[in-house]
């Protein structure tokens, strides 16, 4: 009996270890290069080349892009809460991150700006961005627009 009294802790601490390290947030920090014959990109799509460089400050997670020479940087803060994540000319993209399990999950919509207004949509479904590595730590996947556009991203 006593024994049976210290194996139920040893194997609920053994548990719980388990999920620490398994649900835990993922560093997707590094230079990452799209592999464009791996990707399933829009038809309409002209992109030849993108790299982003990923960092992970405190809070923040920010991706460097560039996408055939055009550099742009977004902000992201995994707490859940919605934030400005890039300020264009043309309006705002509002986003909310959060760690689900160990995917990151975007959830955007865009204010869009007209001179002397801002107009927001509502109605609309938010886009959903997916962002996932692998195992191994050697590939990163983007899932965006409901599984249609997928971004498959080498580490180098």
Same mark, same amino acid.
């Given at each position: 009996?006593?024994?049976?009294?210290?194996?139920?802790?040893?194997?609920?601490?053994?548990?719980?270890?388990?999920?620490?390290? +398994?649900? $835990?947030?993922?560093?997707? +920090?590094?230079?990452?290069?799209?592999?464009?014959?791996?990707?399933?990109?829009? $038809?309409? +799509?002209?992109?030849?080349?993108?790299?982003?460089?990923?960092e992970n400050k405190k809070s923040a997670i920010v991706f460097h892009y560039k996408t055939d020479g055009k550099k742009s940087t977004e902000t992201y803060t995994p707490d859940g809460k919605k934030r400005v994540s890039v300020n264009m000319s043309s309006g705002q993209l509002n986003s909310s991150a959060s760690w689900h399990d160990s995917v990151l999950v975007i959830e955007s919509t865009l204010d869009i700006k007209i001179p002397n207004a801002t107009v927001v949509v509502t109605g609309l479904k938010p886009v959903i961005d997916t962002w996932t590595l692998t195992a191994e730590g050697r590939t990163l996947t983007h899932d965006a627009d409901d599984h249609k556009e997928i971004y498959i991203y080498e580490k180098q």
């Open positions: 009996m006593r024994q049976f009294l210290i194996t139920i802790p040893l194997v609920i601490a053994v548990m719980f270890s388990v999920f620490a390290v +398994s649900f $835990k947030e993922q560093d997707f +920090s590094g230079t990452w290069v799209l592999n464009v014959a791996k990707s399933t990109l829009p $038809k309409d +799509s002209t992109i030849k080349s993108r790299a982003i460089v990923i």
